[in-house]
């Protein structure tokens, strides 16, 4: 039996997850003290239930994912307008070098594997869907490549669900590893969050009616928008350049539309967007598109990975912890925003963007701001990543071994 679920009790069910995401957190002392986002917490006990009505009593839900794409849009759109030029000429050097580190894992990445593969009896094509094709790439590239492994290198089509099954284990993975990966190294190294922020924002207790960062109604319909604009020149921009054969992610042009905006009005001090009510509709926004991701997963489609495959992506998230917690931390400066970059790293080298976002939100909502990881993992794992990804594939894919 096949229920439809309107949009609007879409949307009441994904808050209902988060809401119960917020519960479970309360209340268990693991998922509190590993940082575990509560939207996976919620999503990932909604899909069980779902699986369960879908085994036992053959019930499937089928949800209206209208909202699911634009409130993805909107989040990113307030990580670019969160995006001063004063914090990219800080970070700028960051996101190179955090490139290189997410650049050099994709190479370790594949490496594990295809060696994992080779060593379990499947063919070495399958190592890159277990490796960064899905983990990585995420849903999207592991349907782009499934395809193309079927059509160019006559793979069986059951590779097209292998592939969306490794996305969605790597997505849940990606969730729950993070957290207790920066929880240790903030722990170990006693590290604390840049005390200049908190003082930066101290002023907004003072309720000046002037004061650009009180969050009001009003404030919060101007935010609203500043974001409204962004997303609507971004899909103009989008079209305009998929018309001449230049394909970006849909999300990207709305963020840099806008950094543009902030830093225009910076500039020209003719209008200040609030940045309390950027951090405002963003969280929602990323809550609820992560609680609608995970609301719609079929666990039962994962029983479809054989258990060679399971065991890949089981090591690749262990290998990825290891990576990020000697690796990445030391690398990117080894103090508390390099640690929330860490976690930030094992959400989107397993799953994607939002979900190492979400690490990172779950872990500042505790140990403090780290707006240098806001900046930098996103700019990485929202699209410089896809094009070193997509490289370094296409490199694997000239080895004779692998590809023959």
């Given at each position: 039996?096949?229920?439809?679920?309107s949009i609007?009790?879409?949307?009441?069910v994904?808050?209902?997850?988060?809401?119960?995401?917020y519960?479970?957190?309360?209340?268990?002392?693991f998922?509190?003290?590993?940082?575990?986002?509560e939207?996976?917490?919620?999503?990932?006990?909604?899909?069980?239930?779902?699986?369960?009505?879908?085994?036992?009593?053959?019930?499937?839900f089928?949800?209206?994912?209208?909202?699911?794409?634009?409130?993805m849009?909107?989040?990113?759109?307030?990580?670019?307008?969160?995006?001063?030029?004063?914090?990219?000429?800080?970070?700028?050097?960051k996101?190179?070098?955090?490139?290189?580190?997410?650049t050099?894992?994709?190479?370790?990445?594949?490496?594990l594997?295809?060696s994992?593969?080779?060593?379990?009896?499947?063919e070495?094509?399958?190592?890159?869907?277990g490796?960064?094709?899905?983990?990585?790439?995420?849903?999207?590239?592991?349907?782009?490549?499934?395809d193309?492994?079927?059509?160019?290198?006559?793979?069986q089509s059951?590779?097209?669900?292998?592939?969306?099954?490794?996305?969605?284990?790597g997505?849940?993975?990606?969730?729950?590893v993070?957290g207790?990966?920066s929880?240790r190294?903030?722990?170990?190294?006693?590290l604390?969050a840049?005390?200049s922020?908190?003082?930066?924002?101290?002023?907004t207790?003072?309720?000046?009616?002037?004061?650009?960062?009180?969050?009001t109604?009003?404030?919060?319909m101007?935010t609203?928008?500043?974001?409204?604009?962004?997303?609507?020149?971004?899909?103009m921009?989008?079209?305009a350049?998929?018309?001449?054969?230049?394909?970006?992610?849909a999300f990207?042009?709305?963020?840099?539309?806008?950094?543009?905006?902030?830093?225009?009005?910076?500039?020209?001090k003719i209008?200040?967007?609030?940045?309390?009510?950027?951090d405002?509709?963003?969280?929602?926004?990323?809550?609820?598109?992560?609680?609608?991701?995970?609301?719609?997963?079929?666990?039962?489609?994962?029983?479809?990975?054989?258990?060679?495959?399971?065991?890949?992506?089981?090591?690749?998230?262990?290998?990825?912890?290891?990576?990020?917690?000697?690796?990445?931390?030391?690398?990117?400066?080894k103090?508390y925003?390099?640690?929330?970059?860490?976690?930030?790293?094992c959400?989107?080298?397993?799953?994607?963007?939002p979900?190492?976002?979400?690490n990172m939100e779950?872990?500042?909502?505790?140990?403090?701001?780290?707006?240098?990881?806001?900046?930098v993992v996103?700019l990485?794992?929202?699209?410089?990543?896809d094009?070193t990804?997509?490289?370094?594939?296409?490199?694997y894919?000239?080895?004779?071994?692998?590809?023959?």
């Amino acid at each position: 039996m096949n229920i439809e679920i309107s949009i609007i009790e879409t949307l009441l069910v994904s808050l209902l997850i988060l809401f119960a995401g917020y519960y479970l957190n309360s209340k268990i002392a693991f998922l509190k003290d590993n940082n575990i986002p509560e939207p996976v917490v919620g999503g990932i006990a909604f899909s069980i239930i779902a699986a369960i009505l879908h085994v036992y009593f053959d019930i499937n839900f089928q949800f209206d994912m209208t909202f699911k794409t634009p409130l993805m849009t909107m989040f990113f759109t307030t990580v670019g307008l969160g995006a001063s030029f004063s914090l990219l000429i800080k970070g700028g050097p960051k996101v190179a070098l955090f490139l290189g580190i997410a650049t050099i894992y994709l190479l370790v990445q594949n490496a594990l594997g295809i060696s994992i593969a080779v060593a379990t009896g499947m063919e070495p094509l399958m190592g890159l869907i277990g490796g960064s094709v899905t983990l990585s790439g995420g849903h999207g590239s592991g349907a782009t490549y499934a395809d193309l492994f079927i059509n160019e290198y006559g793979m069986q089509s059951s590779v097209f669900e292998l592939a969306m099954a490794a996305a969605t284990l790597g997505l849940i993975l990606g969730g729950l590893v993070g957290g207790p990966v920066s929880r240790r190294l903030i722990n170990k190294y006693n590290l604390k969050a840049d005390t200049s922020y908190h003082e930066e924002r101290d002023d907004t207790v003072t309720f000046d009616p002037d004061d650009h960062d009180l969050v009001t109604p009003r404030k919060m319909m101007e935010t609203l928008f500043v974001i409204l604009l962004c997303m609507y020149l971004g899909r103009m921009g989008y079209d305009a350049l998929k018309a001449i054969d230049v394909i970006l992610p849909a999300f990207l042009i709305p963020l840099l539309f806008g950094v543009f905006i902030t830093n225009l009005t910076e500039f020209s001090k003719i209008y200040k967007v609030s940045r309390a009510c950027i951090d405002l509709w963003g969280t929602m926004a990323l809550s609820m598109f992560l609680a609608m991701a995970l609301m719609s997963l079929k666990i039962w489609e994962l029983l479809s990975l054989a258990g060679p495959m399971i065991f890949m992506i089981l090591v690749q998230a262990v290998m990825l912890m290891l990576f990020a917690y000697f690796i990445t931390f030391r690398v990117m400066g080894k103090n508390y925003n390099a640690a929330i970059i860490a976690g930030g790293h094992c959400g989107f080298g397993l799953g994607a963007t939002p979900t190492a976002v979400a690490n990172m939100e779950s872990l500042v909502s505790r140990y403090g701001p780290s707006p240098q990881a806001f900046l930098v993992v996103p700019l990485v794992g929202a699209f410089f990543i896809d094009i070193t990804n997509a490289l370094i594939i296409q490199l694997y894919l000239s080895f004779p071994f692998i590809s023959g």
